[in-house]
């Protein structure tokens, strides 16, 4: 008998180190930290199987961007002569793609991303689909084309859920909160963020590798939108985060060491500044690219200028600004001329610095970017009232205002655009198209093996685990009823709103009172809980952001008889399809967070997320 239960315990442990190799293959299969930093990385990723040199382009396509491209043109040479799979050649396709991008071939990048897609529908490959989609939208986000790229990416957001495509998520969700961060709608910016920095460790390990994003690169852009809103310690540590990340290297590095440069000098800590310019001047960076290097000598431009040494700012905003007119992009050339004007004045030379001013306002009216416009009005108008000439300060400020009010116009109908793009792929009625037998059988066939394997643990960990009784009944109830409030609203497709509400600064023995007063301000559908000892949670079902906030302002009535200040005792977040408790919560607590930050800065941030990656 006791052999018998030796060699079931020990068939169920060869059962569970195959399901555990099973689970980790796709994490085993990543590239190793030694190959992605070396010197010699193309040499020694050509001697891999062609999987595994996609999986090195992948890893190192936005930071070692030469490389990744000296991989590709090899793999298409080899590919005409040896016949790939339809992924391999489905994914080398999606990486030139992607690689492009890297380099500013918008055009092409987006002709390949047509055709890719395309293919993926052809080879049935429907879960490629939304990779392709967001290599155009991206191309289109860096072109101005914002109609395209907002429709693209909802639409690619949607497929990628559809398919469960977590790395398409990811890269979604970070396309997104860059579009939010421009029309500075930075809570929604964040939410994505946070989604996608959730999501991140399954994307990576997920079945079939498509394309994913660096980790650092979610991060670097987590701290600029706190930046943005004036939260210069949450963006100091994702900053530092991002530095630290270990696909943190190539040209990624670089960009993160000036955005903690920059955010010190909105600290200003000169000496960290210092340290950080020093940081990359003595660290020899390879940046293969020509237009990485105009970026980060732009970035370098703003540092030295701060840091008082201004014949290198000049000589680097010079370098940027030729090699971004060799690339034909105007906009970045107008925005490194401002800070070009900037050295000028420090310099003492008023009239070239008034000269460019002048120019690239006519060229900002041209282009119509109104919010550079704006800024750049303002830099002139302060330098008349300074030299006490009011008359041409008076002027500039008025037109100013003019370009405020025009970048607000342009605002509002991107948000409307926006808008009209979610509720375009939210109305979406199309019947499913069909997915390729090969994907289905071989998800059914991998689902089955790993239910298989996760019931005979179960019952194995059940029958020998000992019984016992619950502690927390009443717990378990209420997670129960909140998880089932969350997932009638997801399958009924409507809305809910949490409230999550502070309450250390209360007596406990006040309450139940106060709980009392909570629920006459309540609806009979909406739900209170007890989360804490100091937090308190009601969910409203049926109700969007703008409904919330109303019931949010009773309950702040309510809460005043026991504290006198409340702005930052609710917190309120909207309940979206891939939500979880956890992540809800998480929004919420960001929303009382953000109640308590100011929106200063605006200007060095507006420098800081121009070059950003």
Partial sequence: MKAANKNKYNLLSFMFGLLLLFVAAPALSLPSQELLLSDNIVTKTQLLSVSEQLDVINSINSQKS????????????????????????????????????????FNQAIMLAKQGELNARQLKYDSARPYFILCEASAH???????????????????????????AMVNALYLRSRQNTSLENYNQSIEDLRLALDIFDEAQVQFQQWYLLPKSYLKAEISNVFFSLGDFKEALHFSETAYTDLSSFGK??????????????????????LHYINKIEDTNYHIGSERDRANLQALLSILHLYSGEYDIAEKKALT???????????????????????????????SQALALLNDIIQQASELQQFSDLEEFNHIISEYYATNNQFELAYQFQVQRFEAAKQAAAKLNNAHFVQYQARLAEQSNTAPIEQES???????????????????????????????TASTDTTEETQQQRIDNLLLSAKQGHYQLSMLLVNISQIRQVDIPYLEKQFQLALREQDQLFRHSLDELVILLPHTSATGATRVMHQIEQILSNWKDDVKASIGLASLQQLDTFEVLMK?????QLSKMKTQDSKVLSHEQSAFNP
């Fill in 66 to 105: 030469e490389d990744a491209r000296t991989l590709l043109e090899a793999l298409e040479r080899q590919q005409s002569t040896q016949a790939f799979s339809n992924v391999e050649t489905l994914r080398l396709s999606l990486l030139r793609c992607f690689n492009l991008l890297e380099f500013g071939e």
């Fill in 141 to 167: 986000q860096s072109l101005g084309n914002t109609i395209q790229e907002q429709r693209q990416s909802e639409e690619a957001l949607r497929l990628a859920r559809r398919y469960s495509e977590k790395q």
């Fill in 252 to 273: 990624i590095k670089p960009i993160v060491t000036i955005n903690l440069a920059l955010i010190y000098i909105s600290l200003n800590d000169k000496p960290k500044v």
């Fill in 320 to 350: 940027s600004i030729a090699l971004f007119t060799k690339y034909k992009e105007p906009i970045y050339v107008m925005r490194i001329k401002r800070t070009l004007a900037k050295i000028y004045f420090a310099q003492n030379k008023d």
């Fill in 437 to 467: 037998t090969s994907n289905i059988n071989q998800n059914i066939a991998i689902t089955a093996l790993i239910i298989l394997l996760l019931s005979i643990g179960l019952v194995l960990f059940l029958a020998k685990k000992p019984q």
């Fill in 587 to 591: 929004r919420a607590i960001l929303n």
